[in-house]
């Protein structure tokens, strides 16, 4: 095991890599000797590492801007602290000191005859933190494939290094159910050919991305790709051919899927760029055709959205929604969200965010969908807007809906 001492002392700021390009081997390095180091603070995205949630030390302060995979236990446990951000403004929380940013810890792939290495399959925020990051600590993976589109780094930026040869962590997976489908339906008939589309990642992406095997010339510029982008790939659907701007090119941060798209990976024409493009609103700008896909915990009878809290605990996250959506509704094609009516036996439209967070704001919003229909808000006026995602709610919760709202509309007109 690698000693992190000479590295790391009493309030040293932490960040590492996320998802599948976790460095798990450092990571769990950390929480082993984090007693000896002293308290330290900690930033990651996205994790699935179970030892965060049952092991974490007192004296590991972790932060993150979401509670996102195994980090929502330690949200529900109050160990997690959220720095509530667009995702594009992670490189300038790093630029300016908010987020730690003293030690590193990344995983790469194996350096080439040059001596390059490439952060593989996990550029997003951590291309833009390491220029600010003093020292590095790298997992070089025998299995991390060399990825394009992020300029490689050398052997000599690390401070210290340990050699892998482990399977990347694969993406936990839910099969998309019908309601799923019906819901990737309405969305895919949403969507033209030659659109250039960002969605998340999850059931209802997945088969939003099943339903689009018809369409033509699609691209695709998002934040995180899965195996199913790779599929339309094969299938001829996703091409790039018509994107204003990386013309031909699947553009992300972070693939998030199997061991078999981490194979493909040099295959595919992908390119792997940080958050400060893949986010950035000068650059979505450029793409006239850019529909954004994104699901929400609830939406409001205005189309506010709400994608954080949940009966009081975060659970989510703002991550890229907010980004992506305005540039969508602003210089894009199409916003739009798109979720289940009902969760646990409550109706996801409320009159009101009972989360009490606004994560999208409404005038960032074109459609709503769920798998009754259709909601479009776009130049719809506010009793326009409460009509139309009524009529797209559960429809057992449609009388309470309607009756609350007359409610909350008499209070304010008195």
Known sequence: ???????????????????????????????????????????CGMSWDDRLTTRL????????????????????????????????ALPRLFADGSLPHDVGLI?????????????GVGVDYVADAIGHTPILIAEINRQMPATRGTPGIPLDRFSAVIETDRPLIEAPVRAPDEIDRMIGRHVAGLIENGDTIQLGVGSLPMALLEELIGHT????????????????????????????????????????????????????????????????PAVLAQLSSFVAINSAIEVDLTGQIGAEVRHGIYVGAVGGQADFSRAAANTGARSIIALRSRSRGESTIKPALRGGTVTTARTDVDYVVTEHGVASLRGATLVERAQRLLAIAAPEHRDALARQRFDMDFESST
């Open 217 to 280: 010339d699609l691209g695709m510029h998002s934040g995180m790709i899965t195996d199913a982008v790779a599929t339309l790939v094969d299938a001829g659907v996703i091409t790039g051919a018509k994107k204003e701007i990386d013309t031909g090119l699947v553009v992300t941060g972070a693939a998030i899927g199997s061991t078999t798209l981490y194979e493909r990976i040099p295959e595919l024409p992908i390119e792997f760029r940080p958050a400060s493009y893949t986010h950035s």
């Open 107 to 119: 995983q790469v792939s194996p350096p080439d005859a040059s001596g390059m290495c490439t952060l």
């Open 57 to 88: 030390p007192d004296s590991v302060k972790l932060q993150s801007y979401g509670a996102l995979g195994k980090l929502r236990s330690l949200s529900r446990h109050g160990r997690l602290e959220i720095v509530p951000c667009n995702y594009s």
């Open 1 to 43: 095991m690698i000693d992190l001492a000479p590295f790391i002392r009493p309030g040293t700021g932490i960040w590492w890599s996320q998802t599948s390009a976790e460095p798990i081997p450092l990571v769990h390095a950390l929480l082993d000797q984090a007693d000896r180091l002293g308290p330290v603070r900690a930033f």
